[in-house]
């Protein structure tokens, strides 16, 4: 089984990439660069990697990369840094969805693609009956005004929500939504939701990264855990900081 993962050289891309490998997948990356993926990826027999901006790869190239593969996933994410925030491209995590998902369709594959989007806690499932605490309501309409990343985050969860939506030939989906990500050396208890269950703005729980990359992979490789939350956008808290 072939599994793309994009994003593989972030914070929690390459542990992604180290869970797949840890389960013998074979995982193909599209990287910009790989001075940042560690040697243990790079010099792995089952690590194919790409090293191209996937976002100026050309239709036909991006149809060809995805391929043969069974699951497509995105760890995609903006720098926390001024240029990372307010600099170009504003859309990476929207148009790189959009564009992977046009690349699916492509190549009509046989059977469904899984689609994993790692996204983020404050982007709101329409849905689903969740909370909306009215003083966090202002603080996203403001950080869609002033922060293009959590735009792009909204616009990211839409393609796959709005636009190839619950029932496509093609593409099966699944959004998983962290709440304040930390690092940590091992996966630790972990607590699902189909929806928030404490503020992301003035409660937020922890999620390890390392947590969120074994999720991602579980969803890859576990049918049964797939037909649970295929089509859903569930949250992931680190157990203890529920018990906060």
Not at 117 to 126: A, C, F
């Amino acid at each position: 089984m072939t599994l793309l993962v994009v994003g593989a050289s972030g914070a929690t891309g390459h542990l992604l990439v180290q869970q797949l490998l840890e389960r013998g997948e074979h995982v193909r990356m599209i990287v910009r660069a790989t001075a940042r993926l560690p040697k243990n990826i790079k010099n792995h027999a089952n690590a194919e990697i790409i090293t191209a901006s996937l976002l100026d790869l050309s239709d036909e190239d991006l149809a060809k990369h995805v391929a043969g593969c069974s699951a497509v996933a995105s760890c995609l994410g903006h720098n926390l840094s001024f240029k990372g925030i307010f600099g170009q491209p504003r859309r990476l995590v929207s148009d790189a969805t959009r564009r992977l998902c046009a690349a699916i369709k492509a190549n009509n594959p046989q059977t469904p693609v899984k689609f994993v989007l790692m996204n983020s806690s404050g982007v709101h499932q329409e849905n689903v009956d969740a909370p909306i605490w009215f003083a966090q309501s202002l603080v996203i309409g403001l950080l869609r005004a002033l922060v293009p990343p959590h735009v792009d985050n909204e616009m990211a969860a839409a393609v796959l929500r709005s636009d190839i939506g619950q029932n496509d030939p093609d593409i099966e989906w699944a959004i998983v939504r962290p709440d304040a990500l930390i690092d940590a050396d091992e996966t630790s208890p972990r607590m699902l939701h189909p929806s928030p269950v404490r503020s992301a703005i003035f409660n937020a729980g922890k999620t390890s990264r390392i947590n969120v990359a074994a999720f991602m992979a579980d969803l890859m490789g576990d049918k049964a855990l797939w037909d649970i939350w295929k089509g859903q956008m569930p949250m992931i808290y680190n157990t203890d900081s529920l018990q906060d």
